[in-house]
């Protein structure tokens, strides 16, 4: 379907099971084709991402058994050693599947080519490339200087005192080099350069390394220290969490409402525990003056104590940490009059499109005033929104955020809607699932 007509929504209520959480699944599928052992994933993800991950296994020899109906898989480890030694992979468009099997085929001593979707290969992985070859790494551009597609062919690998990666671009490169570096065996200081971005999604990384067996000394946010003689081992069975972000725009249609109100909309597979930092979408929302709760494995968001239904409240914040929620507080933006400015995101400029220019000029088609600056926007709310037709770039979060437009009463038009298979390939049935009459 090249399009999909959203009408006005003038009610929201229910639940959400969320899918599996793509950066948690991506990880772990990882994680457990290194460690020693067998892996049962529970509540797994499927969509575009993780089959490209688990295709990328599968091609490198790991034994990997799934079944996408039940969310779950069966991974047996090869204890970091891929049997296939030469391979030719396919990444698509999926970040945590290029950046991460970047590194950890770069200590494999094989012969792999990695390419990618064409934004895939305008996406910068320079930084890792330059850390990688620092512990002996050869890895050749097949194009353009710091971008895939990549050649890499065997090092002499050896694991300096201390190695070096910058963070002020994307923290999947330091994301990748936790999980490839423990594979040398030797103790090794990984030291950042520039202001760490996206620090949640690192503190993932930690969390999920230590169910694998991996304790790694965090100094701040500034270095980490992988110890001596490190093994992946598996930890038998894991639970994928929800995916919180694909949790803010079903927690965001409780706090906008619709036209004629609604109810609260609770979402299940996340809670208080979360290790996912988007998790903190939650307190845009309660500054933004939604009614938020929170359980053990639930978060529910309504527009109970905002006195006849008045709007929410514009926000001028720093969404470093939460760079992916940030675009739906982004559409919370139109509802919200006045002028809200969203800082320190721009990391959107190196995502699955320029996601400033993108959400600039789509906000600008539903009567915003907008301003793209480097690293923010400043978005003024409409008297009242416009019907448009929204361009998703091929990017799933771009439609997947627009379809919250229909809560403002009007009809919008999602280009290219299947682009959401990337993460969340039932989003719109799922999304009318909370839509009232």
Request: with cysteine; proline share 6%.
């Amino acid at each position: 379907m090249d399009y999909l007509d959203l009408a006005p929504v003038m009610r929201v209520g229910g639940r959400v099971c969320l899918p599996g959480s793509k950066s948690i699944s991506n990880r772990t599928l990882l994680l457990a084709a290194l460690a020693e052992g067998d892996t049962q994933i529970e509540a797994l993800l499927d969509s575009e991402d993780t089959r490209v991950m688990l295709a990328a296994l599968q091609r490198l020899g790991v034994a990997c058994s799934h079944a996408p109906h039940l969310r779950r898989a069966t991974i047996r480890g090869t204890g970091g050693r891929f049997p296939v030694a030469q391979a030719d992979l396919f990444l698509g468009n999926a970040g945590t599947a290029f950046r991460p099997l970047t590194a950890a085929l770069a200590l494999a001593g094989g012969d792999y080519r990695l390419s990618g979707v064409p934004r895939m290969h305008e996406r910068p992985i320079g930084d890792l490339v330059d850390a990688l070859r620092q512990v002996g790494a050869r890895i050749d551009y097949g194009g353009r200087d710091g971008f895939p597609p990549l050649h890499i062919t065997p090092g002499r690998i050896a694991l300096p005192p201390v190695v070096r990666v910058r963070g002020d671009v994307s923290s999947q490169f330091l994301t990748a080099l936790l999980l490839a570096l423990p594979l040398a065996g030797d103790a090794v200081r990984i030291e950042v350069s520039g202001e760490l971005i996206s620090k949640p999604y690192v503190d993932m990384t930690l969390n999920m390394l230590a169910r694998f067996g991996i304790a790694i000394e965090r100094e701040g946010w500034s270095a980490f220290v992988i110890p001596r003689a490190s093994r992946y081992l598996s930890p038998g069975r894991v639970f994928v969490e929800g995916d919180a972000s694909s949790a803010s725009y079903f927690l965001a249609a409780g706090a906008i409402g619709g036209v004629a109100g609604g109810d609260a909309v609770r979402v299940e597979g996340i809670g208080r525990g979360s290790i996912q930092g988007d998790v903190r979408f939650v307190e845009v929302l309660e500054r933004m003056g939604a009614a938020v709760s929170v359980g053990e494995n639930w978060i529910e968001a309504g527009t109970a104590g905002r006195r006849a239904r008045s709007p929410l409240r514009p926000i001028d914040a720093d969404l470093n940490h939460i760079p992916d929620s940030a675009m739906t507080a982004a559409i919370l933006a139109l509802f919200a009059p006045g002028t809200s400015v969203l800082r320190n995101i721009g990391s959107w400029r190196v995502k699955e499109t320029d996601r400033i220019a993108a959400m600039a000029a789509e906000l600008a088609k539903v009567g915003a005033r907008v301003e793209a600056l480097p690293d923010a926007l400043r978005i003024t709310a409409p008297a009242a929104l416009s019907p448009a037709t929204i361009s998703t770039y091929d990017d799933h979060r771009m439609a997947m955020c627009f379809s919250l437009v229909a809560l403002g009463g009007v009809p919008v038009r999602i280009e290219n809607p299947n682009c959401v298979a990337k993460t969340f390939p039932e989003y719109f049935s799922v999304f009318a699932s909370v839509c009232r009459p």
